[in-house]
């Protein structure tokens, strides 16, 4: 397997920010504990990102397939910067987009069992929100050689540093975290917390107030 590129590493001692010095929807500052990662810094690793993908795609077209729903802000986030890109520079490469639902957790647990609903032009890839144990990723890109790709790379803004991990590792990555269950920037737990811009550490009470 190809290396990955470089990325930022949360350490386990990390504290992240108070909740006070960020803008947090009221009706989510008792369910979380810490800002961990703000928007703005998800934004600017996002557009490196967006560069390196660019410069290692070469010549090819691209399907750009985005794994609904962790992945949908950091999906529309990485292609926005990409289109700057292929606005802006001599070189630009035509893309094509294409959505996939997977589904697997239930509360903070992986059920172990993946739903994978719609995708009808699997020939590319890119976008997913979060690897936990690559688990996932497994099943997606054993379905996605079924329609012999030329070539598939896979970005994920999070991976999590888990003994659990089967040891996959993607393409490209944004940062890796500490094995916490995180939620917001469209991450959620039991469908709620996607409506929050930073990526935070969901508290006790939040667990127990969206409990499934
Ligand atoms: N947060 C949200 N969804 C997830 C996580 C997480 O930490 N791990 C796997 N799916
Ligand atoms: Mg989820």
Request: glycine letters at 6%; a neutral charge.
């Given at each position: 397997?190809?290396?990955?590129?470089?990325?930022?590493?949360?350490?386990?001692?990390?504290k992240?920010?108070?909740l006070?010095?960020?803008c947090?929807?009221?009706?989510?500052?008792?369910?979380?504990?810490?800002?961990y990662?703000p928007?703005?810094l998800?934004?600017d690793?996002?557009?490196?990102?967006?560069?390196?993908i660019?410069?290692?795609?070469?010549?090819?077209h691209?399907?750009a397939?985005?794994?609904l729903?962790g992945?949908?802000?950091?999906?529309?986030?990485?292609?926005?910067y990409?289109?700057?890109?292929?606005?802006?520079?001599d070189k630009?490469i035509?893309?094509?987009?294409?959505?996939?639902?997977?589904?697997?957790y239930?509360?903070?647990?992986?059920?172990?069992?993946i739903?994978?609903?719609?995708?009808?032009?699997?020939?590319?890839?890119?976008?997913?929100?979060i690897?936990?144990?690559?688990?996932?990723?497994?099943?997606?890109?054993?379905?996605?050689?079924?329609?012999?790709?030329k070539?598939?790379?896979?970005?994920?803004?999070?991976?999590?540093?888990?003994?659990r991990?089967?040891?996959?590792?993607?393409d490209?990555?944004g940062?890796?975290?500490?094995?916490?269950?995180?939620?917001?920037?469209?991450?959620?737990?039991?469908e709620?917390?996607?409506?929050?811009?930073?990526i935070?550490?969901?508290?006790?009470?939040?667990?127990?107030?969206?409990?499934a």
């Open positions: 397997m190809a290396t990955c590129s470089p990325y930022i590493v949360i350490g386990d001692d990390e992240g920010y108070d006070d010095l960020f947090i929807p009221k009706h989510y500052v008792d369910d979380l504990e810490k800002v990662i928007h703005g998800i934004m690793r996002t557009e490196r990102l967006a560069r390196d660019m410069k290692s795609m070469g010549e090819h691209i399907v397939l985005c794994v729903k992945g949908y802000k950091f999906f529309a986030d990485l292609l926005d990409i289109k700057a890109l292929n606005r802006n520079s630009s035509p893309m094509t987009v294409d959505f996939i639902r997977l589904k697997s239930c509360n903070d647990e992986s059920t172990g069992e739903k994978v609903i719609g995708g009808d032009d699997l020939s590319t890839l890119t976008g997913k929100d690897i936990d144990t690559g688990k996932t990723m497994k099943t997606l890109l054993s379905l996605l050689k079924q329609y012999n790709p070539m598939v790379k896979v970005a994920s803004l999070l991976v999590k540093r888990t003994p991990s089967v040891g996959y590792r993607p490209f990555v940062f890796e975290v500490p094995d916490k269950f995180v939620v917001g920037y469209a991450l959620d737990y039991n709620y917390f996607r409506d929050l811009n930073h935070c550490v969901i508290s006790e009470t939040g667990k127990q107030k969206y409990k």
